[in-house]
């Protein structure tokens, strides 16, 4: 009770597979989806993947993107401009730019950070995203 999975999908199937879930009653809307592209023998890291992905979506979802590896910024700024959210971080991808490993999370984060200030957006606040996410406001 009060649990919001996060889904993560790899393909057009397991999207597929998460709509016969909610159809189902075994997850609920709205839901959170996880893009995850450009791991091997998966779905790519290419605008068409991520908007063919997107599309198939259920209405009013929450979704976010991430490129694995060299399609980690590509990918958040195509998630940005596709309407969805962003995920960053050393799980994804070791490296702030070519060859240059980074010390940790924080500046991938703020990379991501200026890559969507720099297509006329912004990154929500702690607020905003418990909001987008629909949990409860912390006390």
């Known amino acids: 009770m009060g649990v919001k999975p996060e889904i993560e999908v790899f393909d057009t199937g397991q999207i597929r597979l998460a709509r ?5 009653g075994f ?4 839901a959170m989806f996880q893009l995850c592209l450009g791991i091997s023998w998966t779905a790519p890291a290419t605008t068409d993947a991520m908007l063919l992905m997107r599309n198939m979506l259920p209405k009013d979802t929450v979704w976010a993107a991430f490129g694995i590896s060299r399609h980690e910024f590509p990918m958040v700024a195509q998630a ?3 309407g969805g959210h962003v995920r960053v971080g050393l799980e994804d991808n070791l490296y702030l730019e ?3 490993l980074s010390p940790g999370n ?3 984060v703020e990379r991501a950070v200026r890559i969507i200030e720099s297509i006329g957006e912004r990154p929500a606040t702690v607020a905003e995203a418990r909001q987008i996410l629909n949990l409860p406001a912390r006390n």
């Open 98 to 100: 070519r060859g240059k």
């Open 27 to 30: 997850l609920k809307l709205p």
């Open 20 to 24: 016969d879930l909610i159809d189902k």
């Open 80 to 82: 940005v401009i596709l």
């Open 106 to 108: 924080a500046p991938l």
